[in-house]
């Protein structure tokens, strides 16, 4: 076999790192680069489309059911293909960055299935792109074990039947890859992460008995999936492995792909795994399609919007639904508590949350869910045993008796509850130490318990955003507005400097996440993501 012609990407703007030419071969920049020229064309055109959408929603404040797909909705006779046994019992499923620790204590977890993300738990610098993907190898070939030298603790892999199965998370259509570039322009970061995996393991993982598995976030449309659908028949080719050896498991977080779940599985149908409730992202999605809908698209602070709103009922329950109709898994939602090992009685409330929020799950239908800590295993492990029990899935449950109308999914007035000056607190608390962190090149985040990813900060600057332009009168008589929330970030940036000390604090990025977190939360011109202006200053 000849040797790969010399691929045209170039690597740009990025300091060398140990044993990046393994996962920079010439083979694995030439498949990437063939991937940019045949599909970023599309992906480019399909984000113009977001935009159009978009400016509809503004026109009209609803969305529906498309009516162009609704002989697909209404075809009762196809399925997503089988699940591969590795993809069979989804029952708890554990979230994370790919950094050499959490790959080893993720896939040690307990958890059926690892959530490997390059996405939103994972702040996309050069390091964490390159050393993620070689830290997967790694755990594939059984050569990622090692010893903390600061803690002294090591950390090493248990044997292959007692891992995870890992399930692969690469960026948004949205996020490009700075550092790898063709004529200049760079490539989408979904093409790279997707590309250097994809090349590298997917033979490796079937000689594994797994297969390249992966989770698709942000999707719009079920254009969106009919890329990533013909992406993976390209790939499967292109490196000769059968057609359907690729499974894809889609995030239903935003609004519009709410309305288009059968169409999603229908278009990745030989490569459908199941869809994914994603709560934050979700919430972030309505306030950014319906932000001048007026005061009845107006969100509460996001802890007082619970899965039992009824809006997010008619989301979850739809989803469960369409997943069984369609003969695929329903995945619940993140659990982010993170245990305190100081105080116990955080520790017994959290827990029964978990607790509570998984059975509910369980009950409803969902054949397994998301936690953010390797504690929170045995809880949410315990909710779907006692429903599944032998069983890998609950799939024949059809919950016939669901029925959700158009307008069920943006109801968002059904809720009682209100803003609060608190929960603008808690905003801007949470965005400017996410932020911080994110700037710093960390993705997941623990702050007050909880673990924290870029959904986060979405949900967090959109609700400033809204609640400002929308002109909300917190339950203390004050008004939201930008010199409000500038006295908060002010007050907060201050009590961070008195926490930390003033050496951490100028270790720090805490000013730039102050601006950041104010530039996001108050231009009048709203930012698609937050993350488009924050990568501009992540070095």
């Known amino acids: 076999m000849s040797a790969p012609a010399p691929s045209p990407l170039a690597i740009v703007d990025a300091e060398p790192l140990p044993r990046q030419e393994e996962v920079l071969t010439d083979a694995a920049l030439a498949f990437v680069a063939e991937l940019h020229r045949l599909f970023t064309p599309r992906r480019d055109e399909l984000l113009a489309r977001r935009a159009e959408r978009r400016a509809e929603i503004a026109a009209t404040s609803t969305l529906d059911f498309l009516p162009e797909t609704a002989a697909i909705r209404a075809d009762d006779s196809w399925r997503v293909a089988e699940a591969p046994a590795a993809l069979n019992d989804r029952r708890v499923e554990i979230t994370g960055p790919t950094d050499r620790k959490m790959t080893i204590n993720a896939l040690n977890s307990g958890a059926r299935v690892w959530l490997a993300d390059f996405e939103d738990a994972s702040a996309p610098t050069w390091e964490n792109v390159i050393l993620g993907q070689l830290n997967l190898t790694d755990a594939y070939e059984r050569r990622i074990d090692f010893t903390d030298e600061r803690t002294g603790k090591s950390y090493a ?78 790939a499967q080719d292109h490196v000769g492995i059968p057609r359907g ?159 959700v109308a158009p307008g069920d999914l943006i109801a968002i007035d059904s809720l009682d509850a209100k803003p609060t000056y608190d929960g603008l607190v808690n905003a801007v608390q949470v965005g400017i130490r996410y932020i911080e962190a994110w700037l710093r090149g960390l993705g997941a985040v623990a702050i007050f318990n909880l673990m924290e990813d870029a959904a986060t900060a979405e949900i967090s600057r959109s609700q400033i955003w809204q609640w400002i332009n929308a002109g909300v009168v917190f339950e203390t008589g004050e008004t939201a507005t930008a010199d409000l929330a500038r006295k908060v970030a002010a007050q907060e940036l201050d009590a961070i400097r008195q926490e930390i000390g003033d050496e951490a604090f100028a270790a720090g990025k805490w000013q730039q996440a102050h601006d950041l977190l104010l530039q996001v939360s108050l231009d009048e011109d709203y930012a698609d993501f937050l993350t488009l202006p924050a990568y501009e200053q992540l070095r």
């Open 157 to 234: 892999l248990k044997s292959a039947d007692e891992l995870a199965t890992v399930v692969m998370r690469p960026r948004g259509w949205h996020l490009d890859e700075r550092h790898l570039r063709i004529d200049g322009k760079p490539v989408p970061g979904a093409l790279v992460d997707f590309g250097l995996y994809f090349f590298h393991n997917a033979k490796r993982l079937i000689e594994l008995g797994k297969g390249p598995y992966f989770y698709l976030p942000k999707t719009e449309s079920y254009l969106e999936a009919r890329l990533w659908n013909d992406i993976f028949v390209f």
């Open 245 to 403: 050896t690729v499974r894809a498991t889609v995030l239903i977080e935003t609004i519009t792909a709410a309305y288009q779940m059968e169409e999603i599985l229908y278009e990745l149908r030989d490569h459908a795994s199941g869809l994914n409730a994603g709560r934050w992202d979700y919430l972030f999605s309505i306030v950014k399609n319906f932000r001048d809908g007026g005061e009845k698209f107006v969100l509460p602070d996001r802890n007082l919007v619970t899965m039992t709103a009824p809006f997010m009922r008619a989301y979850t329950e739809l989803l469960v639904r369409t997943c069984h109709k369609r003969g695929a898994h329903a995945i619940g939602g993140m659990a982010a508590f993170i245990p305190s090992r100081r105080d116990a009685e955080v520790n017994k409330v959290a827990f029964e949350k978990v607790k509570n929020d998984k059975d509910r799950e369980a009950n409803d239908g969902f054949d397994g869910s998301w936690v953010a800590h390797p504690d929170l295993v045995p809880i949410a492990m315990e909710s779907f045993d006692a429903v599944l029990g032998d069983r890998p899935n609950q799939k024949d449950r059809l919950r016939e008796d669901v029925s």
